[in-house]
């Protein structure tokens, strides 16, 4: 591969010289970026991390704040450091990003923010181009952790531009108040979905539930021993080159007293998919209408890998083929957070894989000690407008 095929941009070409080869990057700091970091912390590998947040926290710092504790399906601890379960009633956009800032402070890792990754890029001398918008890394590997939270999905229904309602997607949703007293539509058979139609139906005049699929409750613990089993359902499409299913897809739903209690309001009716959107409502392919104010899109997300693409891992199938974390394609690239190991225990155990991995291919010759060494994080600071 050269750097012509894959159009490396010029500001790339000027920095590239003075910017000092790095083991590994790692790209996004949430729970499968951590995970990653910790195990490169003792690995030999020189690493950083590159997160686009403006704080700890991954995704769970978006979320919105009528979230509580109460209705999260759970935290697994991350790797050396145990999660104490907070109070019920704490925000979980509080909660989470408090543990892994205080996980980030207690390891010393490496973590640069706010950093955008625009492009991985092919260089030269088998090394990978990370393009940022404070600069650019030469690294020998890459470690993506990007999550899905940035690709939010908005699936299409013929009619749907003619709606004059509002239509949103739940990573868009903040506050049960700016539905008071509207029709709602809230589409989804995930979590959030419910989540979010449990918090609009005190509030709005009316709510309806759509789903493709009639949605499974479970009364049982979602323990580990119940993640490796929905991580197992999620792996056969990733090794051939599928697009992942999401685990939440083939994650049953918390039965909570909640639940309950919405049921026995009626606020807990699954209807079937409506078949169309006409501009005051949507239709079911009997005809039926129904008159809605707002449409919320709880329909899940995508993997954010669109930073990628200049190195074209994609196969025919229209995913990445995956072996575990790495890329069949390129050794050099592992997904973490991505298909079976986008769940918090999915995520830690991804996080050792991949870092093992790294530094057989790697080793002996990469292995200079532990973080980034002194005198290149100084020269990186300064190539990449980080000091």
Do not use: C
């Amino acid at each position: 591969m050269t750097s012509a095929r894959f159009g490396m941009s010029r500001a790339a070409r000027r920095v590239t010289r003075h910017v000092p080869d790095i083991d590994v990057v790692v790209i996004g700091a949430g729970q499968a970026g951590l995970s990653s970091a910790y195990h490169l912390r003792g690995s030999g590998l020189d690493y950083v991390v590159l997160d686009a947040n403006p704080g700890p926290g991954g995704a769970w710092q978006h979320r919105w704040p009528t979230l509580r504790m109460a209705t999260v399906h759970g935290i697994f601890d991350l790797p050396g450091m145990h999660f104490e379960p907070p109070s019920p009633d704490e925000r979980a956009a509080d909660a989470v990003p408090a543990y892994f800032g205080e996980f980030e402070r207690r390891f010393g890792l490496d973590v640069r923010r706010p950093v955008l990754v625009d492009a991985v890029r092919e260089g030269t001398d088998g090394r990978l181009l990370v393009e940022t918008d404070h600069g650019v890394w030469r690294a020998r590997t890459l470690i993506n952790a990007t999550g899905t939270w940035t690709r939010p999905f908005w699936p299409r229904y013929p009619g749907q531009e003619t709606f004059r309602g509002r239509q949103l997607h739940t990573a868009d949703y903040r506050d049960p108040a700016d539905f008071a007293g509207k029709r709602v539509v809230v589409v989804g058979g995930g979590t959030s979905a419910v989540q979010t139609l449990l918090d609009i139906a005190d509030v709005a005049a009316s709510t309806t539930w759509v789903t493709r699929r009639p949605p499974v409750f479970r009364e049982g613990p979602f323990d580990q021993e119940y993640g490796r089993a929905v991580i197992a359902k999620v792996e056969s499409r990733v090794k051939v080159g599928l697009p992942p299913r999401s685990v939440v897809s083939v994650t049953d739903l918390p039965w909570t007293p909640a639940m309950a209690a919405a049921q026995d309001r009626g606020v807990l009716v699954r209807r079937p998919m409506f078949e169309r959107i006409g501009p005051a409502g949507v239709v079911w392919a009997d005809g039926e209408h129904h008159a809605a104010d707002v449409i919320l899109w709880a329909t899940g997300w995508r993997a954010a890998l669109d930073h990628l693409a200049p190195l074209r891992l994609r196969g025919p199938g229209g995913g990445v083929v995956m072996d575990g974390t790495r890329v069949v394609a390129d050794p050099r690239i592992h997904l973490v957070g991505y298909g079976p190991s986008a769940s918090t225990v999915g995520a830690n155990r991804a996080g050792r894989a991949a870092v093992r991995e790294l530094r057989e291919l790697l080793a002996p010759d990469a292995l200079r000690g532990p973080g980034v060494a002194g005198g290149a994080e100084q020269e990186l600071g300064v190539a990449a407008g980080l000091g």
